[in-house]
Nanobody
Framework: EVQTVESGGGLVQAGGSLRLSCAASGFTFDDYAIGWFRQAPGLEREGVSCISSSDGSTYYAASVKGRFTISSDNAKNTVYLQMNSLKPEDTAVYYC???????????????WGQGTQVTVSS
């Protein structure tokens, strides 16, 4: 079974930083892209960032570009999301998912884990 487990969330002041981790298992890590998504209360789940398995290309939502950095440690089957200059509007539950490629949108993903809560105070 393909499984991804998020960790690293917490409470941080605006302008602070957090590093999220996504530990993957149950599949060949190099054959998948890993996407980060988030869902704030009352809003739809949205894509945040993605790293491609084919060439290592990275992608970011406009709202986080320049502040967030996605990276991978293939030996550890782990993807990270470094979040800097956090804003209150970044407050959400963050999820990671193994996907075919980085064109996959959140609405097409059927199964989600528990996610990790990120709360940014003003």
């Amino acid at each position: 079974e393909v499984q991804t487990v998020e960790s690293g969330g917490g409470l941080v002041q605006a302008g602070g930083s957090l590093r999220l981790s996504c530990a993957a298992s149950g599949f060949t890590f190099d054959d998948y892209a890993i996407g980060w998504f988030r869902q704030a209360p009352g809003l739809e789940r949205e894509g945040v960032s993605c790293i491609s398995s084919s060439d290592g290309s990275t992608y970011y939502a406009a709202s986080v570009k320049g502040r967030f950095t996605i990276s991978s440690d293939n030996a550890k089957n782990t993807v990270y999301l470094q979040m800097n200059s956090l804003k209150p509007e970044d407050t959400a539950v963050y999820y990671c998912a193994a996907i075919e490629d980085c064109t996959v949108v959140a609405g097409s993903i059927d199964y989600w884990g528990q996610g990790t809560q990120v709360t940014v105070s003003s």
